[in-house]
C-alpha cells in the first residue's frame, strides 16, 4: 500500500518529480531540524538566564542582517546558474560559480577587521540596552561571532549551487546538521555548568562552518564541473549576477530590516528580558512558515527551469496546488492557537509567560507571510523581482517608525501589528504581479 502511494506520489516529468522527491526529502530532513530547534531553546536556557537568552536573540538577529550582505551573489548564482543548467551550458555554469566565489571572498574578508574596528568604538552596551553588570565582554562576543559568521559566509554559498541543482533537500541537510552539532555542544557545555554567553554564542557561529568546511570537498568531487577555479574568474559574468543580485539583495535587506529589527527594537523598546516570549511565539507559529517553505521553496528554481524553457502551465498548476495547502494551513494555524498555552507550557515551563494576544497576532502574521512567500518564490524563479525589490523598501522605511509608534501604545503587539500591516502590501502585489505575468498581461514595472 505504501509502494503504491510512493509510485503514485512520483508520476510526472522529470521536473516534477525532482521536486517531489525534494519536497519529500525535506519534509524528514527539517522536520529532525524543527525538533533540534525546539529542544535548542530549553537547552539553551538551561546555559543562560532568560535575560542573557534575549541578548543572544537580539545579536542574533544583527548575525542574520549579517548574514544577507553578499549583495545578492547568491540568489543572483542560484537564477543564472539555474538558466545554465537548464540550457546545459556547464562551461558557463562554472565562470558563473568561479566568479560569485570570489567577488565573495574579496567582499567578505575586509569586512572583518573593519567591523572589529566599529565595535570597538561604539557602546555596544548602549546600542543592545545591556546592563554591563550582567553581562560581560559584550564586545568579545560580538566580534567573535561576527568573524565566524563571515567566514560561513564564503563556503555556504555551497546552497545556492544546490538550489540552482533544483536540490533544496540538500541545503536542509546541511542547515539540519549544523543545528544537531549545536545541540549536541549547547548540551554539553549545559551538564559541564559554568556556560557564559560567549560559549553559546561561539558554539552558535561555528556549527554550521564545520558542516560547510566538511561538504566543501564532497560537493565538488561530485560536481566538478562546477568546481570554482580562479582560472574561469570571468569579468564578463559580473553585471549579469550583480545586475540581477543587487535586486536580491536589496529586496533581502529591506526583507530583514523588516525581520530580523524586531528583536533589536523590543530590546530597546522594553528589556531584553521582552525578547524571550517574543521569539518562543516566533518559533511556535514559525513551524507552520517552515512547513510551508519546505514545500514551495523547490519551486524558485524548479520555475527557473520551466520559464526559461517556456512551460509556463507546468508553473500555473504548481500554484493552484500551493494554494490549497495555504488553505489547510491556515486550519492548522487555529489548531495552534488553541492549544498554544498547553505547549508552551510543556516546552518551557511555566516560568515564562506568553499572553493568548501575542499568539494569536503571531498567527496572523504567518498567514501573511506563507501567502506572500507563495507568489514571491514563483517571480523570483522567473526572475522578474524588481517590483518586489521596490515595495520591500517600501515596507522597510515604513516599518520601523509604525513598530515605534505602535510598540509605545500597544507594547509587543503592536510590534506585530506593525509585521502584519507592512507584509500585507507585498503579499496582496506579490499575488497581483502573478496573475498579470501568467495571464501574459504583464508590462512596465510588473514584468521587470
Not at 504548481?318 to 488553541?338: E, N, P, Q, T, Y
Not at 514571491?376 to 520591500?392: A, D, E, V, Y
Request: aromatic fraction near 14%.
Amino acid at each position: 500500500m505504501l509502494k503504491n502511494f510512493f509510485d503514485k506520489y512520483m508520476q510526472g516529468n522529470k521536473r516534477t518529480v525532482l521536486l517531489k522527491k525534494n519536497i519529500l526529502g525535506s519534509f524528514f530532513i527539517k522536520g529532525w531540524t524543527c525538533l533540534v530547534q525546539l529542544i535548542l531553546v530549553p537547552v539553551t536556557l538551561d546555559c543562560l538566564n532568560q535575560y542573557e537568552y534575549g541578548i543572544w536573540l537580539t545579536i542574533s538577529s544583527l548575525l542574520i542582517w549579517i548574514d544577507s550582505f553578499d549583495i545578492g551573489l547568491g540568489n543572483g548564482l542560484r537564477n543564472l546558474l539555474a538558466e545554465s543548467i537548464a540550457k546545459n551550458d556547464l562551461k558557463k555554469g562554472q565562470q558563473q560559480v568561479s566568479t560569485a566565489f570570489f567577488m565573495l571572498v574579496c567582499i567578505i574578508l575586509p569586512t572583518i577587521p573593519i567591523f572589529t574596528s566599529i565595535v570597538h568604538k561604539i557602546n555596544c552596551y548602549k546600542l543592545f540596552n545591556v546592563d554591563p553588570q550582567l553581562t560581560h565582554n559584550l564586545e568579545y562576543i560580538l566580534i567573535a561571532s561576527y568573524t565566524i559568521v563571515a567566514i560561513t559566509f564564503i563556503f555556504k554559498f555551497i546552497g545556492n549551487i544546490y538550489m540552482a541543482l533544483q536540490l533544496p533537500a540538500i541545503t536542509n541537510l546541511l542547515i539540519g546538521i549544523g543545528h544537531t552539532i549545536s545541540l549536541f555542544l549547547i548540551y554539553t557545555i549545559s551538564r559541564l555548568g559554568n556556560a557564559t554567553l560567549f560559549h553559546v554564542a561561539v558554539i552558535y557561529t561555528i556549527s554550521p562552518l564545520i558542516v560547510y568546511l566538511f561538504s566543501y570537498p564532497i560537493t565538488f568531487t561530485k560536481y566538478k564541473y562546477l568546481t570554482p577555479s580562479i582560472r574561469l574568474f570571468d569579468y564578463k559574468e559580473l553585471k549579469p549576477l550583480f545586475g540581477l543580485g543587487i535586486k536580491f539583495f536589496l529586496a533581502q535587506i529591506s526583507g530583514m530590516v523588516i525581520f530580523a529589527s524586531s528583536n533589536i527594537l523590543i530590546s530597546r523598546l522594553f528589556s531584553p528580558k521582552e525578547v524571550t516570549p517574543y521569539q518562543i511565539a516566533y518559533r511556535y507559529f514559525g513551524m507552520v512558515n517552515i512547513i510551508f517553505t519546505l514545500i514551495s521553496a523547490p519551486l524558485w528554481s524548479a520555475t527557473t527551469n520551466a520559464y526559461t524553457q517556456g512551460d509556463t502551465a507546468w508553473i500555473s498548476n504548481a500554484v493552484k496546488k500551493m494554494r490549497k495547502i495555504i488553505f489547510l494551513l491556515s486550519f492548522l494555524l487555529i489548531i495552534m492557537i488553541i492549544t498554544s498555552q498547553f505547549v508552551y507550557s510543556f516546552w518551557v515551563g511555566d516560568t515564562i509567560e506568553i499572553p493568548l494576544e501575542l499568539s494569536i497576532s503571531m498567527a496572523c502574521y504567518m498567514f501573511v507571510i506563507i501567502y506572500g512567500t507563495c507568489y514571491s518564490n514563483i517571480i523570483c524563479g522567473m526572475g522578474k523581482i524588481q517590483l518586489i525589490t521596490i515595495i520591500t523598501i517600501i515596507e522597510a522605511l515604513c516599518y520601523i517608525p509604525m513598530a515605534l509608534f505602535l510598540g509605545k501604545y500597544l507594547g509587543v503587539y503592536g510590534i506585530v501589528a506593525a509585521l502584519i500591516f507592512v507584509n500585507s502590501i507585498s503579499a496582496i502585489t506579490n499575488h497581483l504581479q502573478y496573475r498579470y505575468i501568467i495571464s501574459e498581461r504583464a508590462y512596465g514595472l510588473w514584468n521587470k
